[in-house]
């Protein structure tokens, strides 16, 4: 079946530009995560959404990030007046209900800040 | 905090040699534990869990880990590496209760012929 899909898989622009990125979750998974994955990094958590309850949001960096998920599956990452610290693989998940209920990724997006 | 440890940023290995990447996380509270596997240019893929029972598991490609509770550790093993094997591999912790993944920091394995 159809995995979690991120687009788009590279941006490249300039610093001070604000830039979207999209993630179309597993069908009928409730939960959703953004990671930020920065060369030779592990995993820095980002933002979690879990059915129509409020976001997590204790891993957004600045106030320039922000994420919305709307009608429960599609979610937009928008990072506003981009520095070049930014430039990493933000990577999305999803799952179904349930903490102990395996995370499935995307192929992410390599976002690359001149 | 909750953490996990990956202790060795980078393993190499010849091929057909047995292979360990050790993983320690640092509450003994009740925990999920997963181990995923990221190839170039991909997103994570899990490759095995724990959730309760058996402390030993196994993934399809020969991959198997251990919960041990007393030294909260989950080191994955597999007893002769291939070329394909040649990946990061990410140890991660859920508390029960909570929910989020807590990630490693990562192990690059490369196997070498």
């Known amino acids: 079946g159809a995995g979690v899909s991120q687009s788009p898989s590279n941006k490249v622009t300039e610093k001070g530009k604000d830039v979207e990125l999209r993630c179309d979750p597993i069908?009928?998974?409730?939960?959703l995560y953004w990671y930020r994955q920065s060369l030779g990094q592990g995993l820095e958590f980002l933002i979690y959404f879990q059915g129509n309850s409020a976001p997590d949001k204790s891993g957004l960096p600045s106030d320039r990030f922000s994420a919305e998920r709307t009608g429960g599956s599609v979610s937009t990452l928008t990072i506003q007046r981009t520095q070049q610290e930014d430039s990493a693989v933000y990577l999305c998940?999803?799952?179904?209900?349930?903490?102990?209920?395996?995370?499935?990724f995307g192929d992410g997006t390599r976002l690359s800040i001149l | 905090a909750q953490s996990v440890t990956q202790l060795d940023s980078q393993v190499p290995v010849f091929e057909e040699a047995p292979v360990e990447l050790r993983c320690n996380y640092s509450s003994s509270v009740s925990v999920y534990l997963f181990w995923y596997v990221q190839y170039p240019n991909q997103g994570l893929q899990l490759l095995l869990k724990y959730l309760s029972g058996s402390t030993l598991v196994e993934s399809i490609n020969g991959f198997e880990a251990e919960f041990n509770k007393s030294q909260t550790s989950f080191h994955l093993r597999k007893p002769s590496v291939h070329i394909s094997d040649t990946a990061e591999y990410f140890c991660a912790v859920a508390y029960k209760g909570g929910n989020k993944l807590t990630f490693g920091t990562g192990t690059q394995l490369k196997v070498e012929l």
């Open positions: 069908s009928g998974h409730t939960a």
């Open positions: 998940a999803s799952r179904p209900d349930g903490i102990n209920q395996p995370q499935h």
